[in-house]
């Protein structure tokens, strides 16, 4: 899947590079001796002797995530850094290191790019001289994300008001993948439910199920409506579904005569929205594929029973009463393929779980930039641990990284299973878990990931879900709970501060922990971390940590080892190459025993024979000490602030150099103006 390339030729992004004029010098000029010192700290640069000094800063006017992209050296090689007095004809190399999926155009002299500046080069790096002439030199960014996209839906048979194509434009500014059309009942054809969308006619191209995200380029795409016929042969019932003091009218089905190979339920019988499956309706049938029609509300329990030869379900998130038991284990057994769709409006878009979505879109640039990637896999200890923007420079612009955190009480090995089909030969991925048994690849599906994945239902197309159980539950625990909020829509900004690289930003994180201090040595927040052959069990800890003493709150590494294997198998597969990263943690959640060298070396043995795939480091490389701890209302053991960020971000980086046979460039040689990074004088 890592087609594609960068089309769209639109500057969203412009790095000035400008020298302020003192005396006789170039570039941009303004009043002797009254220039602000780079950076806005307040302090003036210091008055030059004479006509042949000039003061060179570098300055950024645009849009993130492009800060710090340009570096300024002297000719002999050494780093020129901002605010420093340069003599008049100094040589200086600008370079750029251009991040994840953007292009760079060239330099210009004069203007910018789009203004008609004259582009000199369009090598990375380009050398200057400081003259009497004033100049201006641009660095030019191309960026492939619209503010907007538009889809045009080819209804294919169905009509829309009438029309036979719908157009919608999508509010992209924020999240760079549109979200589709819910299947809402606005596209309608005679006799037929509506399966998904495709960007190919015939059904041949790539598919996106209602709600979900899609690929889009230049702010347009084509979709087509893909229909499957309504089956015949049921018997019914008046049926009334009263849910949470709701109440939906209409049919049961109460029994099926039919053969199809695609059992396709309608959305109305005889004029009515069919809203229930009666218990034994379907029984041992011969289908391979189930459609479940948008209006369904409720699924008795023992509604299919016996039909082994199930594949592939399609459903709609309008369902709201619905337990495990609603097929039977003959009817699960080979059931392997999910096609979840949006059937009502997001209601968590704009929550602080919501704003994972932008994960998803991430993996989806990665995979059409032509570039290699680094994928981390994580809790929210990536999230609030990785930054991004700063490790894509260290690392010299070669990578694409796409920092997958989410939190640690959601199915690890789902988002695996995903990022599996969209990585290949020369891709890294980086396994990071907490402790937690659903970062340790527990198959109980949580109610908490169907909310995470509420507008990118994309991703289950990808998940084998014969492997996972509790999908039923879980999801109707996500629905009891999503019920009482409001409505929402896609273009919602999430609340949990996340970039449009899905890493974390608050000014609170720009601090030091103000929690914890010394005298509070033994305290920490939620968790206790062992560092032996035990995580923990426990959904909800309480504040005062795991019990060691409950064995109840605890359950061995390897009890799911077999599946991280197969879903790690699926990852090197493609090619890719999969590495163990440790996940950050305040050195005051460990036991005793965990801050023993002796026990920190065990447990990486432990990793490494019990999954079978090379670590990055060892674990007491990400014990932090506790000032570089994010301990807000909603931080734990695993969140870093800033600069524990930045450390914890190189450390990272030094671990792949490792494994690539590089040799690592300094922490700081790229600058300090990462967002989110901080760096410690």
Request: glycine share 10%.
């Amino acid at each position: 899947m890592k087609t594609g390339s960068v089309k769209r030729i639109a500057l969203s992004f412009i790095l000035i590079l400008s020298t302020v004029f003192l005396a006789s010098c170039s570039l941009v000029s303004v009043k002797p001796g009254k220039t602000d010192a780079p950076g806005g700290a307040g302090g003036k640069a210091t008055e030059p002797a004479g006509d042949a000094t000039c003061y060179f800063e570098v300055k950024e006017a645009g849009v993130s995530p492009l800060p710090g992209a340009a570096s300024v050296f002297y000719a002999d090689g050494r780093a020129a850094q901002n605010g420093t007095l340069y003599p008049e004809n100094t040589s200086l190399r600008v370079e750029t290191v251009v991040p994840s999926d953007y292009a760079f155009l060239g330099w210009s002299v004069g203007k910018t790019a789009s203004a008609g500046g004259e582009i000199v080069s369009t090598d990375l790096s380009y050398t200057v001289a400081v003259t009497g002439k004033t100049t201006y030199l641009y660095a030019n960014y191309a960026s492939p994300y619209p503010p907007s996209t538009t889809l045009t839906y080819h209804l294919n048979g169905g009509t829309a008001n009438g029309e036979e194509v719908f157009v919608d434009t999508v509010d992209t500014s924020y999240f760079t993948a549109p979200n589709t059309q819910i299947d809402d009942g606005t596209f309608t054809r005679e006799g037929y439910v509506l399966l998904e969308y495709n960007t190919k006619a015939d059904g041949t191209g790539d598919a996106y199920s209602p709600g979900s995200k899609a690929n889009a380029e230049n702010g347009q795409l084509d979709l087509f409506c893909v229909w499957a016929p309504e089956s015949s042969g049921f018997t019914t019932e008046p049926a009334f579904v009263s849910y949470k003091g709701a109440l939906f009218s209409g049919v049961a089905i109460t029994g099926y005569i039919g053969d199809d190979e695609t059992l396709v339920v309608p959305e109305k019988i005889g004029g009515r929205d069919v809203v229930s499956i009666k218990t034994g309706a379907v029984a041992n049938k011969n289908f391979t594929t189930l459609v479940l029609p948008r209006t369904l509300r409720a699924i008795e329990d023992g509604a299919v029973t016996g039909c082994s030869s199930l594949r592939t379900v399609y459903m709609g998130d309008g369902i709201l009463s619905v337990t495990n038991a609603a097929f039977d284990a003959a009817t699960c057994e080979n059931w392997s393929e999910l096609r979840l769709s949006a059937t009502t409006a997001p209601r968590y878009a704009s929550s602080y779980d919501g704003g994972y979505r932008i994960k998803w879109d991430r993996l989806m640039r990665g995979a059409a930039s032509g570039k290699k990637m680094v994928v981390f896999v994580s809790g929210s200890s990536s999230f609030h641990g990785i930054a991004t923007g700063y490790l894509e420079r260290l690392l010299g612009g070669e990578y694409f990284v796409v920092e997958y955190g989410t939190i640690r009480t959601t199915n690890n090995m789902v988002y695996m299973e995903a990022v599996a089909n969209f990585v290949g030969e020369g891709d890294i991925v980086v396994y990071a878990p907490e402790n937690s048994i659903y970062q340790f690849g527990c198959t109980e599906l949580t109610w908490k990931l169907f909310r995470d994945l509420e507008s990118s239902q994309n991703v289950w197309r990808y998940i084998d879900v014969k492997h996972y159980e509790n999908f039923f539950g879980a999801f109707a625990e996500y629905q009891s709970n999503r019920w009482s909020r409001p409505e929402e829509n896609y273009s919602r900004h999430p609340s949990n501060n996340a970039d449009r690289n899905g890493d974390f930003q608050s000014a609170k994180h720009a601090q030091y922990c103000e929690k914890y201090a010394p005298q509070f040595e033994n305290d920490h927040g939620y968790f206790t971390v062992t560092l032996n052959g035990m995580v923990n069990s426990t959904t909800c800890p309480t504040q005062e940590g795991i019990s060691l003493t409950n064995p109840d709150q605890w359950i061995g590494i390897g009890t799911y080892a077999a599946d991280v294997r197969r879903v790690l198998g699926k990852v090197t597969a493609t090619g890719a190459t999969v590495y163990f990263g440790f996940c950050p943690v305040n050195e005051n959640a460990l036991t005793s025993e965990a801050k023993t060298s002796e026990q920190q070396a065990a447990f990486d043995a432990l990793i490494t024979e019990t999954f079978g795939f090379e670590t990055l480091g060892s674990c007491s490389d990400h014990v932090y000490r506790w000032e570089y701890m994010f301990k807000g209302t909603d931080g734990s053991d695993f969140h870093l602030n800033d600069y524990g960020r930045a450390y914890n971000t190189y450390r990272m980086y030094t671990h792949l150099c490792e494994k690539l046979g590089q040799t690592p460039v300094g922490m700081k040689a790229y600058g300090t103006t990462f967002p989110g990074c901080r760096f410690e004088d």
